[in-house]
């Protein structure tokens, strides 16, 4: 996969070409305009590269936005992270630059489209909430929403990748924790219990968790994709390319679980319509459109709810805590190795970004149980730093040198769980200014990892802890604290997060997050200081009245001390630091050489109060 995209982005395209072409095909369909987002049938984050058509349209390669072409006019919508990458990659002579949330592209739909326009979408890639908002918008200019019936990009994409047939693999059990019938049995009791029939499962992480199997059809993520229908005895049907399973899988899975050919997934559904009464559960906020529709034109109960599996899977069981806390002490070796060198390595000015993010690579392969990475490493210096999701290139790299910082945003998938880890250094010697935010920043992580908090508490009730210290000097980061992660899955995995933005979810044990509160400023550099914490039960508080939860930090790396600045820190804070470094210290020297080990004793220093 690495590869094919590395030799595709070899190639400069002609993005005003492609949209002319794309153009051309919608005048000839008799459509006004089109809408492109970056998402697949199962509106994931990372997805095949035959569904990477807003790239291709645009040459925006970041994992969330969308585009609108019209025959005269077109626009790219991203959120905060992407605001000075789209305007990197994206010609402001074909796309207008637009805020996915400051200007949301509804509104500007209904300003551009004309009146009665007729704007196309792929019910594939939306879900059903999306185009229940847009027919609004589009309605407020007499026009009309039309799903097409395939996809216009694909019609004018002359080299476009076919599906992905990575191989589907048995997720072993002392990885996985749970046998998959167990895992089963408790959906099957999650939807007797609400009046569902059955459920329609569209998203591949809560597929290959419900039935411990692993893939590799998106870069990253071991998922197989596919689509699923659970019912309340806990019968499941499993809809896949049967050219993808491995000799010997369908005995892993047992006979609870009938394979089926993805195109028999419509006619399945139609038979919702025909079992009078039967309730079947399908989450608008993650399945495609066309499934309702599909639904819905057989006459089906439709019920929207959330997917099934997504709390369970988020609640990892002691297998799998105790996998993430080993995958993670393997990854602190090599990180730590990493930091080392670019201890030495960083001022000669001879090291680029992309070298610094190969080496780093390099040193995980040789961990046990290492598959890939968790995600593209983030190693940007200087001015890239300040990019929040910065894509390294030949055409955006810089050198490291002195006078500046560096940070290296980045993860691993490990059989037994998955990491992901930031870290800010200081190449040279840094400024007072560098040194100020960089601790206020430290201050914001270290309020939510020593946070205590009431059972039935949400990650958005925590969020504004990361962000008080900088709040205070009129400083904040457009992004979440925090995101879910999965086990040997995503890294990015819901329902759990830690944001401004509400959520109704409460964090409970087992359920793993990041930790990441930053500072960017832009055309200079970026902070970030990124753990993994798994929350737990708080047992040391006496005389508490309630339940109470904390969290346990996962991730262990030095944090470096240059750029700390100890007369901004408390003595609870320093504590916490000192005691951090004296826990990286305690698992780390013995597995390292003596030169990375000595390295790492003076890189953990306890600072004095």
Known sequence: MAAERHSRLAVVPNHAARVTALRTELARRGLSGFVVPRSDEHQGEYVPARAERLAWISGFTGSAGLAVVLLDQAAIFVDG?????????????????????????????????????RLGYDPWLHTVGWVERLRAAVGRVGGDLLACPDNPVDAVWPDQPPAPLAPVVPHDLRFAGKPAAEKQADVAMVLKQAGHAAAVLTQPDSIAWLLNIRGGDVPHTPLPLSFAIID?????????????????????????????????????????????????RVDP?????????????????????????????????????????????????????????????????EVGEIAAAAKLLDLRRGG???????????????????????????????????????????????????????????????????????TLVLKGHIAIATARFPKGTTGS????????????????????????????????????????????????????????????????????????????????????????????????????????????????????????????????????DPATAAWLIQATDPLMD
């Open 461 to 592: 009730q925590l969020d504004g802890l990361a962000r008080h210290a900088l709040w205070q000097k009129g400083l904040d980061f457009d992004h979440g604290t925090g995101h879910g992660v999965g086990s040997y899955l995503g890294v990015h995995e819901g329902p759990q997060r830690i944001s401004k933005v509400g959520n109704t979810v409460a964090l409970e044990p087992g359920m793993i997050l990041s930790n990441e509160p930053g500072y960017y400023r832009t055309g200079v550099y970026g902070i970030r200081i990124e753990n993994l914490v798994a929350v737990q039960p708080c047992t040391d508080l006496e005389g508490a009245e309630r339940p109470m939860l904390s969290f346990e930090t996962l991730t262990l790396a030095p944090i470096d001390l240059s750029l700390v600045e100890p007369a901004l820190l408390t003595s609870t804070e320093i504590a916490w630091l000192n005691a951090y470094h004296a826990r990286v210290r305690e698992s780390l020297v013995p597995q390292l």
């Open 285 to 349: 906020a993650s399945a495609a459109a066309w499934i309702f529709d599909r639904l819905l034109l057989a006459n089906a109960k439709v019920e929207r709810d959330s997917d099934p599996v997504m709390l369970p899977k988020a609640r990892k069981n002691e297998v799998e805590l105790a996998g993430a806390r080993a995958a993670h002490a393997r990854d602190a070796v090599a990180v730590t190795r990493f930091l080392a060198w670019l201890a030495s390595a960083g001022p000669t000015g």
């Open 232 to 280: 309340d005895e806990g019968a499941t049907d499993l809809f896949v390319d049967r050219r993808k399973l491995v000799p010997g899988l369908e005995a892993h899975l047992g006979n609870r679980v009938a394979i089926r050919d993805p195109d028999e997934f419509g006619p399945a559904l139609d038979r919702f319509g025909g079992m009078a009464g039967a309730k079947v």
């Open 81 to 117: 992270r992407y605001t000075l990458q789209v305007q990197a990659e994206v010609s402001p002579a074909l796309f207008q630059y637009k805020h996915l949330t400051e200007d949301p592209h509804p509104e500007w739909i209904a300003a551009a489209l004309p009146r009665g326009g």
């Open 368 to 438: 046990d149980l290492f598959r890939d990475l968790s995600f593209e490493t983030i190693s940007g210096y200087g001015p890239n730093g300040a990019i929040v999701h910065y894509r390294v290139s030949p055409r955006t790299e810089r050198r490291l040198a002195p006078g500046s910082l560096y940070l290296i945003d980045s993860g691993a998938q490990y059989l037994d769980g998955t990491t992901d880890i930031t870290r800010t250094v200081a190449i040279g010697e840094p400024t007072p200014e560098m040194r100020e935010r960089f």
